[in-house]
């Protein structure tokens, strides 16, 4: 047993948010440990359970979302709301506010997203048509669910998915 909370770390461009983990039992990963997409979520979740996994990862990258975001007080909203319904929709507790900030440079600029929630949290970044997701939980949860609400709330035919259990 690790005597102290194992601590997630998650950059996003300069802001480094720490959230501690459920500290469980060591045991090292078997041939389970692989990515998880096209998987059905029964099988992602005996894996999670099995291997005692210190959470969940799920990453998106939508092209040609319809929904593009432009800098406007609409689409912070529009951000805003897209976090509310995907924790309750996965039933995850979101600690505080998303911080919503617009910035970048002349070539690239954008919103991104950060949502802490008591796993840990939801980033994602947007750039012209293009959005980048990552959800990471040490708390079980459908990513399929994710994945579907995310490409139909972004409008996007075009998109990647990584699902993997993080030891």
């Known amino acids: 047993m ?21 500290t469980r039992t060591e045991k090292k990963p078997t041939d389970l440990k692989r990515p998880f997409a096209g998987e059905p979520v ?3 979740l005996d894996a999670f359970n099995q291997e005692q996994a210190w959470g969940l990862c799920t990453t998106i990258d939508l092209h040609g979302c319809k929904k593009i975001m432009n800098q ?3 689409n912070e ?3 805003k709301q897209f976090v509310i319904e995907l924790c309750e929709l996965i039933d995850m507790n979101r600690y505080g506010a998303p911080d919503i900030p617009w910035f970048g ?3 690239i600029q954008g919103y991104t997203m950060i ?3 008591e796993t840990s949290c939801i980033s994602a970044h947007w750039a012209d048509d293009r959005m980048f997701f990552d959800l990471f ?16 709330w972004f409008e996007s035919d075009d998109v990647s998915v990584s699902v993997c259990i993080r030891y």
Do not use: G, H, N, W
Request: with cysteine.
């Open 2 to 22: 690790r005597s102290l909370p194992t601590v997630c770390v998650r950059f996003a461009l300069s802001l480094v948010l720490l959230t501690s983990c459920m």
């Open 42 to 44: 029964e099988v992602i």
């Open 72 to 74: 406007s007080k609409e």
């Open 77 to 79: 909203e529009y951000i």
């Open 105 to 107: 440079t002349d070539e």
């Open 115 to 117: 949502q802490l929630i």
């Open 137 to 152: 939980s040490c708390k079980f949860y459908d990513p399929y669910k994710v994945i579907k609400f995310t490409k139909k």
